[in-house]
């Protein structure tokens, strides 16, 4: 549709716009963010869940860019799926902030695609794409290098705010950029998307500098070794763990897979000064006084295969912990982690380790901002239309009425879903037709719309496991050829009953022998006959209902 | 052993001496609680955890009784099980408060158990077991009815607390005996066996009292239906409930099997106090205006099949939510529970409630003491040695070290571990042997140690699913009879993709020529070398691990 701005949220569950959102005008896209999520508990055996991008591969041909807000996985780690899905040829560009692309190109390596066309937009440059002018504006936020994207467009520009927060004393590098976002304000901003994570508290979040004293000081009465665990892309949160141990005299060793590449990447690019010297390969922690180490380490999640817990499960290769040694946990656990990260501080306990956490000082900052910076935000940017984004119904809400208490009329505030598309032209703002959206599953090397029946089945399966029994019968008269063969998995209690068994075994030939007086010849129907005899003796017997599985073979 | 006083704590994992702990003098025995705990996510499909109980079936006919301190599901819900194993004619007597006994009445009867000799101890009361005396102490906790157990031996007195709090105002009957717990002290107390749970908490809990206040001011701003969701044993707080809706002119209903359950039990004991005419039976919600409704429901933890969760979800048969009605949370989510309390919650903002939480106002207190009530019992009870239970690690650790801050010596603080006795004679105290202890699991109708493989078994199916493989050879030759039958369950992606199926097909072909190659015959041996060729295959070409399950008859 030509003079209208079409703004099309694509990503997620639970929460909206937040992994993918995409930008329309005159027949051209723009996409912001490329992100992913991790499964709960009831995707069972998934292990990535990504926006179904339909919309896209139908539309591909009119895609001008790619904008990434910031380097966490929730924006950027589709990022590989897309593409190889869409062609890498057919992305022309791919925009993000300095260590944004570098985390993508690692990234993309590792999935070999080397041919995408990944380009650095710096801070202040405004680059054309199709009808778009595409800007970042620099924002602090738990990662360096965030920024919010305005997009131009004819009829005024669109801001997505990205994660952020209004941190006025940075760890490293300036504070967000108020007077750009101001100056947007003035020129008249069309559309504000923005960050709802925080909505629901109030006050300012404490900036990310407050925590460096507090490590000092925690560190200041450890006598053993000190492990610090906080997110691995959280670079300026490593820094002052580096500053705090250089004041007490220790080294550092880095420990976890992503925490390695990600500071390295963090290092390369200026983000993170570690003195030289100061630090160690994990091999040499053992070579030097517990006094001497911190150990800075993956794992805040309690996540089941991290360095953490495989220390406090005393499984850990390069680091033994014992009675006498303090874990910082500079984190606090995502809804869902609690029961992990509890069993891992109570493993560490065990080992009679010290456990600090962000309740016991204030050594953890959230990235994103409280209810004032949400109004902050809306008053300098002073947008037309308001379309609150990341969060759950309820932050959601809370933004839009922190919007009408800084003067956003009702009318203009507009709480949308995952693919229910906004429409602005100069005749005003309302919702479209919903387009296609939803999730898809990475499972293996496989990705897709894992049907419900899988998962379905997965589940059953978990709760009760599975019978099989083989029947081979006769195709000339359907009679029973062999014994049936009864199978079990997953059911407890069965060793040893061997009546069980062979109850069930006759409860088949039964079953048969009701098939054949009933004139039951074809495997699907019979199958089906059995499978309800079969289930029902079960249930009757060990009131569980595992799967059942029938297989007839003629022979 | 003659002259020792024996206590063995036998219950659950993470926690130690909550669900059950025997006490022993002389080879006699008194049993303290008999309780369950909920699985946890891994344990796939179970539906309760037991301790083991092994020991007391091997001493059944030591056991003089058993004592129950309160009537919550970790303290008393094991005892059908434990009874039905025992025998009923095998105890000799049940002992609890008058509340206590009739919940257990009521658990004993839906197991037709309805021979157990079930007796109320009052307060004041002291009775002989065996070599024994026992009374009830008196205290406070978060259902009413709640009491220490002081047990009596030749040796000395061991008190245990149950769960308790010291409320100084409790909404019904007195506060916790501290004249009694005093008394002990000044007898001279052996052992005290103390809740641990709120040890971390410093200062004193809040009184349930200040809950009914909270409450009148949230249902006066209220203008719609008002649900309020606890825990359906707090009795108290369901009195505090009621209350609160009286003095708002708004009438009652129960809502929740469990909830009508205790609240009937309860006012029949006088526990609760609801005023003629207030109480509605559900059905008749709909026929009285928004504004003269309060819903009493369970469902406070998001439970899947709870009321409050079907409101949610817009499916309870009684109880239609819409905008404007209000939902109180008055409890905080069990570590493991956040993320489907989350879910309801954002389910109800769906629907345009608004949500009162333990965040937004006092309206939920703890039923365990803070750590300046753990030393105040520890200061009246003035015990000889201590041993912390009820907690994980770290908690009884700290509750160790509040005994030590009001002056028990180190070396007379106990931490133990479930199935390790601490053993008191006239010479001293020290650990015994362990004995055998653990956790049974109740699935279905059975109830034993379901085996690591079932529970494995399950994990595998949930993740991966499950590929059946059917061949049927000759006995003759092992040559393959009819085409192999190739059955997935639980895997995703395969529907459609008949070249992996017809792939697979080949790959059973190849594996049973290459079997016969090998002269391989015996049917175990074939299996297994089916299975390995197979699970390569699958994995190669799917990247995931399923369970492979291949069947081979032969005919």
């Not at 896209?56 to 380097?71: F, M, P, Q, S, Y």
């Not at 100056?183 to 008249?188: H, I, K, P």
């Not at 500053?243 to 420990?255: D, I, P, S, T």
């Not at 065990?350 to 109004?375: L, W």
Request: one cysteine or more.
């Amino acid at each position: 549709m030509s003079g209208t701005v079409r703004v099309l949220p694509l990503g997620g569950v639970g929460e909206i716009g937040k992994n993918m959102t995409v930008v329309e005008y005159d027949g051209r896209i723009v996409v912001v963010d490329c992100g992913l999520r991790f499964p709960t508990a009831e995707m069972m055996g998934i292990d990535l869940v990504l926006p179904d991008f339909t919309y896209l591969r139908e539309n591909v041909d009119k895609i001008d860019a790619i904008v990434i807000t910031h380097g966490h996985e929730d924006h950027i780690g589709s990022l590989p799926w897309v593409i190889r899905d869409l062609g890498q040829e057919k992305i022309p560009v791919v925009y993000g902030g300095q260590l944004t692309i570098a985390m993508a190109r690692s990234k993309l390596d590792e999935h070999k695609l080397r041919d995408v066309n990944l380009e650095v937009l710096p801070i202040g440059d405004v680059v054309e794409a199709g009808p778009f002018t595409l800007e970042r504006v620099h924002l602090t936020h738990s990662i360096p290098d965030a920024s919010g994207v305005a997009i131009g467009t004819p009829l005024g520009t669109v801001f997505f705010t990205g994660d952020y927060k209004f941190d006025q004393t940075p760890v490293i590098g300036p504070p967000a950029d108020m007077s750009r976002l101001a100056e947007l304000g003035r020129e008249g901003l069309l559309l504000l998307c923005g960050d709802s994570t925080n909505a629901d508290r109030p006050g300012i979040s404490d900036s990310e500098s407050i925590v460096g004293p507090h490590l000092n000081r925690v560190f200041g009465r450890c006598e053993g070794r000190i492990v610090v665990t906080c997110f691995a892309s959280n670079i300026h949160r490593v820094q002052q763990v580096v500053h705090a141990a250089e004041k007490n005299g220790r080294k550092v060793a880095l420990v976890g897979r992503s925490m390695r590449k990600n500071v390295n990447i963090g290092r390369s690019l200026g983000h993170i000064d570690i003195p030289e010297g100061m630090l160690l390969p994990p091999r040499e922690i053992d070579q030097w006084p517990d006094e001497k180490i911190v150990v800075i380490s993956t794992g805040s999640q309690g996540e089941p295969l991290s360095a953490l817990r495989r220390m406090a499960y005393r499984d850990h290769p390069q680091v033994e912990l014992k009675s006498g040694d303090t874990v910082v946990f500079s984190a606090t656990p995502i809804p869902g982690n609690e029961r992990a990260v509890n069993e891992t501080i109570d493993r560490l306990y065990h080992i009679g380790c010290t456990v600090v956490t962000a309740r016991d000082a204030p050594i953890h900052a959230s990235g994103h901002g409280y209810a004032e910076e949400v109004k902050m935000m809306i008053n300098l940017t002073r947008p037309k239309y308001v379309m609150p984004v990341h969060g759950d119904f309820k932050r959601m809400l809370l933004h839009g009425e922190l919007a009408q208490a800084v003067g956003v009329p009702e009318e203009n505030i507009f709480r949308t879903e995952n693919g229910t598309p906004l429409e602005i032209s100069a005749e005003g703002a309302k919702f479209g037709k919903p387009e296609h959206s939803g999730m898809i599953f990475v499972d293996g090397v496989d990705i897709g719309d894992v049907s419900d029946v899988a998962l379905r089945d997965r589940r059953m399966l978990s709760a009760d496991g599975i019978f099989i029994v083989v029947a081979t019968i006769s195709e000339e008269d359907g009679s029973s050829v062999v014994p049936p063969e009864v199978i079990a998995r997953g059911v407890p209690f069965l060793e040893g009953n061997d009546k069980f068994t062979d109850d069930l075994r006759e409860a088949v030939e039964d079953s048969l022998d009701a098939a054949a007086e009933q004139q039951i010849t074809e495997v699907d129907v019979l199958q089906s006959h059995l499978h309800d005899d079969l289930a029902q003796f079960i249930y009757d017997r060990l009131k569980r209902r595992p799967m059942v599985l029938p297989v007839v073979v003629e022979v």
